[in-house]
T-cell receptor, first 112, second 113 residues
Framework: NAGVTQTPKFRVLKTGQSMTLLCAQDMNHEYMYWYRQDPGMGLRLIHYSVGEGTTAKGEVPDGYNVSRLKKQNFLLGLESAAPSQTSVYFC???????????FGPGTRLTVT | AQKVTQAQTEISVVEKEDVTLDCVYE???????LFWYKQPPSGELVFLIR??????QNEISGRYSWNFQKSTSSFNFTITASQVVDSAVYFC??????????FGIGTKLQVIP
């Protein structure tokens, strides 16, 4: 039982490049989330999903896209990376909308 | 709109001291949940506790205790006899709006040996 896993753990991109972050969970959770963590700003919700095939915008969705084609996976895409997207990205999942979330180990992304 | 305020950005204590981390929240929902998470230096986020708005009983788990007071919209976290392994960033969070959890900015606790 791995919980929530994220791929990759680290990545360096140049401005304008694209990439996809993969999140996988094995807890059969309906809800999945993508957050970014920046110094002094806590965790900010980028996008979330309440079930397979659904996605919704969070607090800071601009510049990101997501897909939830399978219940266990939630992908976060950056189409044209910008230095402002340098951050640590966390994926989380939960069994319900307002109950505890379980987090992946994070992905540290640097955009130069 | 919901809001979580953790006014203490950094706290330093000497090992074995008790320390309380403050959390104040705002919500218009009548039913909501409050959480604490720990983020040690290794970076992962670990769920510690959930409390729903109907349950104002204090909770104790080993050296950890939580004080939920609806009258003051606070959900404070106390570590008794702190240890170096308690050094981490602690986040308070509020699950009030549908499908949304709002996190505070975190309190960094440093326990000095």
């Amino acid at each position: 039982n791995a919980g929530v896993t994220q791929t990759p753990k680290f990545r360096v991109l140049k401005t304008g490049q694209s990439m996809t972050l993969l999140c996988a969970q094995d807890m059969n959770h309906e809800y999945m989330y993508w957050y970014r963590q920046d110094p002094g700003m806590g965790l900010r919700l980028i996008h979330y999903s309440v079930g397979e095939g659904t996605t919704a915008k969070g607090e800071v969705p601009d510049g990101y896209n997501v897909s939830r084609l399978k219940k266990q996976n939630f992908l976060l895409g950056l189409e044209s990376a910008a230095p402002s997207q340098t951050s640590v990205y966390f994926c989380a999942s939960s069994a319900g909308g307002r109950i505890e979330q379980y987090f992946g180990p994070g992905t540290r992304l640097t955009v130069t | 709109a919901q809001k979580v305020t953790q006014a203490q950005t950094e706290i330093s204590v000497v090992e074995k001291e008790d320390v309380t981390l403050d959390c104040v929240y705002e919500t218009r929902d009548t039913t909501y949940y409050l959480f604490w998470y720990k983020q040690p230096p290794s970076g992962e986020l670990v769920f510690l506790i959930r409390r729903n708005s109907f349950d104002e009983q204090n909770e104790i788990s080993g050296r950890y205790s939580w004080n939920f007071q609806k009258s003051t919209s606070s959900f404070n976290f106390t570590i008794t006899a702190s240890q170096v392994v308690d050094s981490a960033v602690y986040f308070c969070a509020l699950g009030g709006g549908y499908q949304k959890v709002t996190f505070g900015i975190g309190t960094k606790l440093q326990v000095i040996p």
